[in-house]
């Protein structure tokens, strides 16, 4: 574990920041500008993923293990969504033979 946390060190912090904010924006551009549902719930995890890599950046420079172990929780509940999300999808398809989120707009009272 340490020849990792060491191989892990010689890349700048700053490096894994900028990407983790690319990523983290790339995913929030898709949710607001796509109408699939599946697309967006693609996007939700790669905002939960970026959110991830960069727990688990900031845990290996410290040395400490409390962000990787947090990381596992985050992952648990991202698992949790998209079997929810699936389901939800799933029905929606069966009812409307579409998975574009704009016929939710009908669904207003």
Known sequence: M???????????????????TLLFCLGVLGVLIRKNAIVILGCVELMLNSVNLL???FSAYKGDGNGQLLVFFIMVVAAAEVAVGLAIIAMMYRNTRSVDVSIFNKLRG
């Open 55 to 57: 727990l688990a950046a």
């Open 2 to 20: 340490g020849e990792v946390n060491t191989l892990i060190q010689q890349v700048p912090l700053e490096y894994f920041i900028i990407l983790s």
